[in-house]
């Protein structure tokens, strides 16, 4: 399970050895095997989130991969390839919208999310929209995260001090917790639903909602 934080204008992921290194304002991803570059990629917009899918179901390796939101854009990448840059796939987003946040599940579907305040989740087998979920957060949406217990839960995570969970497929929400003010950032741990927030006081807030989240379930 690959791991991720955010700084400034840099976003930076981990997958088994690799690292994936988004510099926002240079539109550029940078990809390392441990202290090796491997490859640079040219976004079109400004990346605001990166990814390695969990899994993905058109037969390449997961680690080669990564799932990318820039502008209002969804894009999948293939840094062994040379055509388009490397990019395999776009996907527009919202229409005149802003993508923030991007999320896999280990089933391989892929979740966006952004300035529309709406989820959308997508089969990367066919490229089409399964669900919507429309109004899950009250503000933009800058965080992600399925369910470990459930695939059919997703946590969402708007600019304010409230982080959603919910089920994606039904639009309906089951249960959210708040900071003491608007969230920075937030993070599920690999394989289990405890999840962490960082708040703009400087407090850390986290979660332990495995036994919530079975009995929701049932």
């Known amino acids: 399970m690959p791991l991720h934080f ?18 926002e304002l240079c539109k550029s991803i940078d990809i390392y095997d441990q202290d090796i570059h491997i490859r640079s990629l040219r976004t079109l917009w400004y ?13 390449s390796e997961c680690s080669s991969i990564l799932a990318i939101t820039e502008g209002p854009q969804l894009s999948i990448w293939d ?11 776009r996907v527009s987003g919202p229409t005149g919208g802003i993508l923030y946040s991007v999320c896999t599940s280990p089933s391989g579907l892929i979740a966006v999310g952004g ?11 066919r490229w089409s929209a399964l669900s919507r979920w429309v109004g899950c957060s009250k503000y933009e949406i800058t965080g992600l995260s399925f369910s470990s217990v459930d695939q059919s839960f997703i946590y969402v995570q708007g600019v304010d001090y409230e982080i959603t969970c919910g ?3 039904e639009s309906e929400r089951a249960f959210s917790f708040r900071g003491d003010s608007n969230w920075l950032g937030f993070s599920k741990c690999a394989n289990t639903d405890v999840v962490a927030g960082w708040c ?6 986290v979660a332990d909602v495995r036994q919530d989240l079975s009995v929701i379930g049932v």
Not at 79 to 89: A, E, P, S
Not at 200 to 205: L, M, Q
């Open 47 to 59: 990346p605001s989130s990166v990814r390695f899918p969990q899994c993905f179901p058109q037969g």
């Open 79 to 89: 840094f062994r390839m040379h055509n388009n840059g490397g990019c395999v796939q």
């Open 200 to 205: 703009e006081s400087g407090s850390i807030f």
């Open 115 to 125: 300035t529309d305040r709406a989820v959308t989740i997508y089969d990367p087998r």
């Open 167 to 169: 089920r994606w497929r």
């Open 6 to 23: 955010a700084c400034g204008k840099i976003h930076t992921i981990w997958y088994s050895f690799q690292v994936a290194v988004a510099r």
